[in-house]
């Protein structure tokens, strides 16, 4: 089956700096990515879409900001967490999909970012 | 906007026992449903995948059912086994994304 790659899967960083995490679709062209945000014991909350080559859409309350999606290629997409904070520690789950709206997508591994 | 609930919020058997978890959703417009599996610290496992014309899906000892008009599905792990120790969740796509219950935890005792 298809391939999403995230990286890293763990993080530690010190508050006020910025972190990227980013997904990759291996086998496959991704003309739409996800990415998920979950605290413990929650469901996975979506905060953006992203379509190659154009801006990503955000969920309301999501900060744009503060939550950089870069969608350059049909197999990578980046979301850099600038000025973290420890609030901002969480687990990011990326997702991809090759085609139309009913297709399966395909989950990363996931990046557990702690912000001390 | 919509509302996905998944019941119970966790359950603990001994092995052997067949496993019954819950999944409700408020809008049946949906392009389909699925089950994944997260072990904790890691991602998602795509378990499942119904979509919205089909009834039932079954893979080895996983059975999933999706009844659209009562917002109901229904995910069956027959004799279950330690190593189904895990937490399970329900999502729906409904135009674009996914919508995700909160999860059922499950053990499997030895």
């Known amino acids: 089956g298809a391939v999403v790659s995230q990286h890293p899967s763990r993080v530690i960083c010190k508050s006020g700096t910025s972190v990227k995490i980013e997904c990759r679709s291996l086998d496959f062209q991704a003309t739409t990515m996800f990415w998920y945000r979950q605290f413990p014991k929650q469901s996975l909350m979506l905060m953006a879409t992203s379509n190659e080559g154009s801006k990503a859409t955000y969920e309301q309350g999501v900060e744009k900001d503060k939550f950089l999606i870069n969608h350059a290629s049909l197999t990578l997409s980046t979301l850099t967490v600038t000025s973290a904070h420890p609030e901002d520690s969480s687990f990011y789950i990326c997702?991809?999909?090759?085609?139309?709206?009913?297709?399966?997508?395909?989950f990363g591994s996931g990046t557990q970012l702690s912000v001390l | 906007k919509q509302e996905v609930t998944q019941i119970p919020a966790a359950l603990s058997v001994p092995e052997g026992e067949n496993l019954v978890l819950n999944c409700s959703f408020t809008?049946?417009?949906?392009?389909?449903l699925q089950w994944f599996r997260q072990d904790p610290g890691k991602g998602l496992t795509s378990l499942l995948l119904?979509?919205?014309?089909?009834r039932e899906q079954t893979s080895g000892r996983l059975n999933a059912s999706l009844d659209k008009s009562s917002g109901r599905s229904t995910l069956y792990i027959a004799a279950s086994q330690p190593g189904d120790s895990a937490t399970y969740l329900c999502?729906?796509?409904?135009?674009?994304?996914?919508?995700f219950g909160a999860g059922t935890t499950v053990t499997v005792r030895a």
């Open positions: 997702s991809a999909r090759e085609g139309m709206a009913n297709e399966k997508l395909f």
């Open positions: 999502a729906v796509q409904d135009d674009y994304k996914l919508s």
């Open positions: 809008d049946s417009a949906i392009y389909n």
């Open positions: 119904i979509q919205s014309s089909q």
